[in-house]
């Protein structure tokens, strides 16, 4: 474990980390909407609750709303859409109340009946106060009121909104750039505000940023706009929360006065029928609901404030730095309860903040906390396996040549052997002496022999071979074990191991000096060698009669040297007494440690791998808990399992698999949609086509963890039918593996006695029948019969 103290390497690294995850975050999740859908949750659940609990902005006291809904729909005598007659009515019946804007979010396009469209423009020009809609369509065309209309209107602006990456409309466009006149269009709503501040259409400017509303040489409203196109629409009240009068109404003059007088008079329609309904993130909201809030957003726009980016960056990048900090110097027991406090106290800070007007990515913040969280756990668990890594690397290396020691070459070779001998692949061994080694020692002293050994090992790392495996068996001799490669592949390794170590010089007090070698080779099935030890020992015996062989190099004869196959006892003495000295109790010091370190990493591991299976058997947890009708599932299908195992007579080690097996068979189903996962009606093809695939999914959770991958057969094919038309390969009889047939029969079982999804409740007896039925095409007939057997018995229950 690193040690834990401020402004050290480790500090630094994890520092590097949060900075790294920031960036990765801000530049590339937010900028490519990954994260968009959490996001926008949170800002509409405070939006939400600002509704709920702050009061209404005093924006909506100044406005009316005039709806076209149902019951005016109703009461009018002809059908929607009405001549336009009734609302040159409607606008003599608002005029007489001397409002100070009226502004109809209704798009008159085109001509109607003559009489009507002249009954119309009079009286908006009549009430000199009115605002007109128009709206720019996806091809950038206008699409604006009947010209007489237009004409007669004070302004007309565009309603058009921006809807976001979830289809909700969050940002209203406030102004664009129209070529046709050469100059910026006004939205709907900053015409709106400037009728009831009493500024004239000439006196809205806009410098690329903000939008300036002037009387004369004073600035009576600036409104900024973000990213100079569009500003979020702050929603602080829906329907029920703002004025709102019937449009059948008005038009009968059933209204008092002081609804309209000297108010912002806006009219639009409210009725589904009318297909003017919007996703907000207050829910579902008519048109003109959202042109009122938008109106409301920029009329009080001082009472929000966007924090900078740059700010905000920084504000984020510190917590998650803090959070990193903190939690690298406790446990991680700890760690975890410091992150769920701090996440805990945010849930409380950030509803402060957007009450109080601060306007930033809300999300953002919890999500740097549990970034900071992850940074130092997995830093933590990093410098572990590297730590682990160098340690293993140094425990089984020699330190003087560099290369492996003897013991881990033996182990190697071992397992080696045994893959060839079942793979029926070839495998080499050569084994050198440096004849000179004494020598050097005697003359030059043990320090220059290090340097030679250091030597040779850095010489025979570019040699070509396939993964060759080298250690120093002894004082003088080096060892290499040749994967895949048959006697002449060997005997061109040695040949070039003899060029490059021959080749090599050092220097000594009286001049240059070089190295004497002589190579043994042996290999497998050529040799007829039939362990690993008869390897080394006929690698030994063909490196004694290399002196007299070509080139000095010594290929094993199995027709003239089979006499040294078999020897043991003798052997064996001379192994550790002879030319193989090089048992010493220095090595098994070394060896003890190495064992007792990969002792405390196998524990390490384990318990790494026991908290990865808790993890994913929690979120089997959790998934059920969502549904009453899997509650309890996997626990029954575990203890089904078990007992048919145990009853079966199946070894522990591997009932000890199917149990955690049993208790995973589903985590597929966490990648399934909910609507799939919880349906009670029967899957369609395309669904079920979805819900065979889980334990693919499940098999892919699993994979990356070793110790889980003897789990993988049995999860993945515990859908597999005895005569092979199940799924997900088609396998049939003994070549499903037999925890995945045993879980099979519980699967099914529990899902008859529990009717789970659609399926009608069977008793227990039933419900074996039911497996009798299907034995031989479904299930294995011997299974089943001893499942029935033991439920008969009682030791199945429910």
Not at 328 to 354: H, K, Q
Not at 442 to 460: D, E, H, P, W
Request: with cysteine.
């Amino acid at each position: 474990m690193p040690k834990r103290s401020l402004f050290n390497d480790h500090v630094i690294r994890i520092a590097l980390s949060v900075f790294f995850f920031t960036i990765l975050y801000f530049f590339i999740f937010v900028p490519l909407h990954i994260l968009d859908s959490p996001r926008f949750k949170a800002s509409d659940l405070l939006s939400g609750l600002a509704v709920d609990i702050l009061p209404k902005p005093k924006a909506f006291d100044d406005m009316v709303v005039i709806s076209v809904d149902d019951e005016s729909i109703k009461e009018m005598a002809k059908k929607y859409p009405w001549p336009r007659g009734y609302y040159a009515d409607m606008l003599d019946k608002i005029s007489m109340h001397n409002p100070r804007v009226i502004a109809l979010d209704i798009v008159f396009a085109g001509t109607s009946d003559e009489e009507e469209d002249k009954l119309l423009a009079g009286s908006i020009r009549s009430a000199g106060n009115v605002i007109l809609a128009s709206y720019i369509g996806e091809d950038n065309s206008l699409m604006v009121p009947h010209s007489a209309l237009a004409q007669a209107a004070r302004a007309v602006g565009f309603v058009n909104k921006k809807n976001s990456s979830d289809d909700h409309l969050r940002d209203a466009r406030l102004t664009a750039y129209s070529r046709n006149i050469g100059g910026y269009l006004y939205s709907f709503e900053v015409l709106a505000l400037a009728a009831y501040l009493g500024v004239s259409t000439d006196s809205i400017d806009y410098d690329g940023r903000t939008i300036v509303l002037r009387k004369g040489a004073d600035v009576v409203k600036s409104i900024d706009i973000r990213e100079g196109v569009s500003k979020a629409i702050e929603y602080r009240a829906g329907r029920s929360n703002i004025t709102t009068l019937p449009f059948w109404r008005v038009v009968k003059g059933d209204i008092p006065s002081k609804y309209i007088e000297d108010k912002i008079v806006l009219v639009g329609a409210t009725s589904e029928v009318i297909h003017d309904i919007m996703l907000t993130p207050l829910g579902k909201m008519p048109g003109v609901i959202v042109n009122a809030n938008t109106l409301a957003t920029i009329m009080s726009d001082e009472d929000t404030k966007s924090v900078p980016g740059h700010i905000f960056f920084i504000l984020a990048l510190s917590l998650g730095l803090v959070t990193a900090l903190v939690v690298f110097n406790l446990d991680l027991l700890r760690g975890s309860l410091f992150t769920l406090v701090e996440l805990f106290v945010l849930m409380f800070i950030i509803p402060a903040f957007f009450f109080a007007g601060y306007r930033f990515d809300y999300l953002s913040l919890p999500i740097m906390a549990v970034l900071g969280f992850l940074a130092a756990n997995g830093y933590h668990y990093a410098v572990l396996l590297f730590e682990s890594s160098r340690l293993k690397k140094m425990v089984i290396t020699d330190h003087d040549s560099g290369l492996y020691t003897h013991r881990y070459f033996m182990l190697s070779l071992n397992e080696l052997f045994k893959g060839s001998i079942r793979a029926k692949s070839a495998l080499s061994v050569v084994i050198f002496r440096v004849d000179n080694l004494e020598d050097i020692v005697s003359r030059y002293g043990k320090k220059q022999a290090a340097v030679v050994l250091f030597a040779i090992g850095r010489l025979m790392r570019p040699i070509p071979a396939k993964n060759p495996i080298a250690a120093r068996l002894s004082f003088d001799r080096v060892a290499i074990i040749l994967k895949d490669a048959d006697d002449v592949k060997a005997m061109k390794y040695a040949k070039n191991v003899k060029d490059a170590i021959g080749s090599f010089r050092f220097k000594t007090p009286e001049g240059e000096a070089g190295l004497d070698i002589s190579l043994g080779v042996v290999s497998h099935p050529h040799s007829e060698v039939k362990s690993s030890s008869d390897m080394i020992r006929c690698a030994e015996f063909a490196l004694s009669k290399a002196d007299n062989a070509r080139f000095g190099i010594c290929l094993f004869d199995s027709v003239k040297d089979k006499v040294v196959l078999g020897v043991s006892g003798e052997e064996e003495e001379l192994h550790q007494e002879g030319e193989f000295g090089y048992v010493t109790a220095d090595l098994e010091q070394r060896n003890r440690e190495l064992e007792h370190t990969l002792n405390s990493l196998k524990l390490a591991h384990k318990e790494a791998e026991g908290a990865y299976f808790n993890m994913i058997y929690a979120l089997m947890n959790a998934l059920e808990a969502k549904d009453v009708y899997t509650a309890g599932h996997t626990d029954r299908v575990y203890r089904f399992s078990v007992t048919l195992a145990e009853g079966l007579g199946i070894a522990k080690d591997e009932i000890g698999l199917i149990k955690e097996a049993a208790l995973l068979h589903d985590i597929g189903k966490i990648s399934l949609p909910d609507s799939i996962l919880h349906k009670k009606e029967k899957l369609t093809d395309e669904e079920f086509e979805l819900i065979k695939r889980h334990q693919v999914e499940g098999a892919k959770i699993l994979e990356p963890v070793s110790a889980f991958k003897k789990l993988v057969p049995l999860i993945m094919h515990h859908h597999e039918k005895f005569d092979g038309s199940g799924y997900p390969h088609g396998l049939s009889g003994n070549f499903i593996p037999r925890g995945a047939q045993i879980i099979a029969i519980a699967d099914s079982f529990d899902a008859m006695v529990t009717g789970r999804g659609y399926n009608k409740v069977l008793s227990l007896k039933e419900a074996a029948a039911e497996l009798v039925k299907w034995k031989g095409r479904q299930f294995n007939p011997d299974f089943v019969d001893k499942f029935v057997e033991l439920l008969e018995a009682g030791r199945i229950t429910i």
